[in-house]
């Protein structure tokens, strides 16, 4: 059967590419990057390598600045629950469309002791920096937001809101895990004092993921251990996974701008294609401020769920929510935040487009989709 795979935010093929840079660490050159000897220094030079290249690809002023993690999760941990620790008490301002990594880390911290401000969104998915600058407290210690959401695709407006934090003296975390390789981002022009990467987002690994963490801010370690990573983060590198982090970063930022032209035609395509052909749909997110490759819509007396199995049997793939929730029938946290009611939420279904997506792909999601559609609204009004 034929398959199309339009899941691309729940985690991505890695590419060839990327593939053949790995490949060797895994056998000829498996030392321990903390051994002296060649093979170490050979493993220790590929991590180095790779670290070069996330830097140059989020435009960090220098190596020291870039961490390796185990994913996207890791690197939101590190980032909020360590800065926390390393200021002991304090404020704390994110969004109620985090990603869980983010939005659970900071309920840890509220029974910690410390204070968390859950900003709103419109009905777009979007925060201002005008929110952000009201809710800004003497006791401030960081405002994370997202820099995109995973669900709806919704770009925040992070270089206004790091101009408000650089003013007000507050350091800003964001989670770039869907951002980075989709849209430009720079640490340095968007005063960005923290940010979190995953491999398996961009055509990269599962497991390997990186944390910006600007040079002066002090964050608490969560791993000890070893020296690893200058001693802040202890573990054997997964030299293999960073390696092909690296590359993945390195690829998806060098060919931003024509991957996302391309993206950006197929998820209007889609949308479009089925905003015509289905009547009782909703665009969810904002429809220009989106990521390239998301495509977030919610069909009137359909349940997502239910399309996601007949899509699933005929070999198209897409989430009705995020791929953490799903399998539990809890409308999502960013759905409700963006004013849909339950039915609509349950409603919705996510397809996102990755950098090996073709038209002809998107075609066949057209004439496959709106029959299904019509037939699970049948099957209610019976
Ligand atoms: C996937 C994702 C994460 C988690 O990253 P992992 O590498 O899977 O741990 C965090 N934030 C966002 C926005 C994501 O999309």
Same mark, same amino acid.
């Given at each position: 059967m034929r398959r199309i795979y339009l899941d691309n935010a729940a985690t991505t093929a890695v590419s060839p590419e990327v593939m053949e840079a790995m490949l060797p660490y895994f056998t000829g050159?498996?030392? %321990? !990057?903390?051994? *002296?000897h060649g093979y170490g220094r050979e493993a220790k030079r590929a991590i180095e390598t790779a670290r070069r290249q996330v830097m140059k690809a989020l435009n960090a !002023? !220098?190596?020291?600045?870039i961490y390796f993690t185990a994913g996207g999760t890791e690197s939101d941990n590190w980032a909020i629950k360590g800065l926390a620790l390393a200021k002991g008490s304090g404020h704390i301002i994110t969004t109620v469309i985090e990603h869980h990594a983010v939005l659970h880390t900071c309920q840890w911290l509220e029974k910690q002791g410390f204070d968390v401000t859950y900003l709103p969104v419109d009905e777009y998915g979007r925060v201002t920096a005008a929110q952000v600058k009201k809710a800004l407290? +003497?006791?401030? *210690?960081l405002v994370s937001v997202m820099? !995109? %959401? %995973? +669900?709806?695709?919704t770009i925040q407006p992070i270089a206004e809101i790091g101009k408000i934090c650089r003013e007000r003296g507050v350091l800003l975390h964001t989670d770039a895990v869907q951002a980075v390789g989709a849209i430009p981002l720079d640490v340095q022009a968007m005063n960005i004092d923290l940010l979190s990467l995953s491999g398996h987002k961009l055509h990269g690994p599962k497991g390997a993921g990186a944390l910006y963490v600007r040079k002066g801010v002090k964050i608490d370690t969560l791993l000890h251990g070893g020296a690893q990573e200058r001693g802040f983060r202890a573990g054997t590198e997964n030299v293999p996974a960073i390696v092909g982090l690296g590359k993945a970063v390195e690829i998806a930022c060098q060919n931003l701008d024509e991957n996302a032209a391309r993206m950006v035609a197929l998820r209007q395509r889609l949308i479009d294609g089925l905003m015509a052909r289905v009547p009782g749909t909703r665009l969810n997110g904002h429809p220009a401020e989106r990521l390239p490759g998301n495509a977030n819509l919610s069909f009137d007396k359909v349940e997502g769920e239910a399309l996601l199995l007949r899509l699933d049997l005929v070999g198209v793939a897409g989430s009705s929510g995020s791929a953490c929730t799903s399998?539990?029938?809890?409308?999502s946290h960013v759905l409700l935040a963006l004013g849909l009611t339950q039915a609509q939420a349950n409603g919705a279904l996510r397809l996102t487009i990755g950098t090996d997506t073709t038209e002809e792909e998107i075609d066949q999601v057209l004439d496959i989709l709106p029959p299904i559609v019509e037939d699970l609204r049948r099957m209610v009004s019976r």
């Open positions: 050159v498996y030392g %321990n !990057a903390s051994s *002296i !002023a !220098a190596p020291q600045e407290r +003497e006791d401030t *210690i820099a !995109a %959401n %995973n +669900e709806v695709g399998g539990t029938l809890d409308p």
